[in-house]
């Protein structure tokens, strides 16, 4: 009994001991993970390329694409939603499934809405077919009774009004440009049934690149929303990550709210998996200090990330493109032209830029 009584008083010592022991951090918690940061992998080829028979890899063994990012740390799906598309992909009923296969792998949905039948980007704003002979008033509300649906259906965590909508959207009606009370309206009735149905869903609104998005950001300046999203991609938005780390500073204090790289991406190669032309495939498309590798496209998305969190208004970032590996074959002519920007390689195997998208500790 004594020898027992004399190892628990040792024991009940060497307790206080380390208890009190140490810096003057010692009764600092340990740091715990915070996952507000938004880390995100827009995956909207992943359905068709399944289909299509595609096999993603992590160390050479085959895994659900989705389960694989996950355990990299990555929190969002980005999906995109087109209305009637001819190609039959991302449809309503496809992104319906695809966006409930997230949830059930524990991740949120943040959903691109083109309100449009194919991609909407400055370029090209199509209204859908279905909708170009309504009246004004009553596009409004389809595409508000069109919104209700969706969050109905898909109960997206992230909304988007609109893809890269630098001069409105849902043309001739709501460009910004010519219409510019129309294009207020739409979004404005948009986001009003947003927050009237799903309150807790976070409204994002998309311009492609930092030329011109002081204009926009500040013709929206009465919109109801969240997020101010930017694509930023060095082939067309120039390659000074620190004036890019200003922007994002700037439109976040100028108009009070948390920025997002809503797109990005980078090559891991200059060489190409099919016989489809790639969008990068030049020495003098890439930044300098990012070569076109694994490694190179790693830090060139952990450079982004960082510049993000340091911004002082920065909540996350999306990688573009991701699944849009050459899964048509190394033949095929209507392939991917994005296969050496993707975060699976020519092997099918996950890259190592997956590191990005570890959580963060406070």
């Not at 600092?28 to 915070?34: E, L, V």
């Not at 300098?288 to 510049?307: I, M």
Request: hydrophobic fraction near 40%; charged fraction near 15%; proline fraction near 4%.
């Amino acid at each position: 009994m004594k020898a027992f009584r004399y190892i628990l008083s040792l024991l009940v010592l060497s307790v206080a001991l380390v208890q009190c022991g140490g810096d003057d951090n010692n009764n600092t918690p340990d740091p715990t993970p915070t996952d507000d940061f938004i880390r995100a992998a827009d995956m909207s080829y992943l359905p068709e390329a399944e289909a299509d028979g595609a096999v993603y890899k992590k160390d050479g063994v085959a895994q659900d694409a989705i389960i694989t990012l996950k355990n990299a740390g990555v929190n969002y799906i980005r999906i995109r939603l087109w209305k009637n598309p001819s190609t039959g992909h991302s449809t309503f009923n496809e992104v319906k499934a695809f966006a409930q296969r997230v949830h059930n792998a524990g991740l949120k949905v943040w959903l691109t809405v083109h309100y449009s039948d194919t991609w909407a980007d400055p370029s090209a704003q199509a209204v859908p077919a279905e909708w170009a002979s309504l009246s004004f008033a009553d596009l409004k509300t389809a595409a508000v009774n069109y919104t209700g649906q969706i969050l109905t259906d898909i109960q997206p965590d992230l909304i988007q009004i609109g893809n890269e909508t630098n001069d409105g959207f849902m043309y001739p009606y709501g460009n910004l440009t010519n219409n510019e009370s129309q294009y207020l309206q739409l979004v404005t009735a948009i986001s009003a049934k947003i927050r009237q149905q799903a309150p807790d869903t976070k409204i994002m609104l998309h311009h492609a690149g930092t030329e011109g998005a002081s204009w926009f950001y500040g013709k929206v300046a009465n919109v109801d929303y969240d997020y101010i999203g930017l694509s930023y991609y060095p082939i067309w938005h120039g390659k000074d990550l620190a004036a890019l780390k200003s922007s994002i500073t700037s439109l976040g204090n100028t108009y009070n709210k948390k920025v997002l790289i809503a797109e990005t991406a980078y090559p891991f190669t200059l060489n190409w998996n099919d016989w489809t032309n790639n969008v990068v495939g030049q020495s003098d498309q890439l930044i300098p200090a990012y070569a076109a590798t694994p490694a190179g496209q790693l830090s060139f998305l952990n450079a982004v990330r960082s510049l993000v969190e340091t911004s002082g208004v920065g909540a996350g970032f999306a990688y573009w493109g991701g699944e849009w590996t050459a899964w048509k074959g190394t033949e095929a002519t209507n392939g991917s032209t994005w296969e050496n920007q993707a975060l699976w390689g020519f092997d099918n195997n996950a890259q190592p830029a997956l590191d990005a998208f570890a959580q963060a500790v406070e």
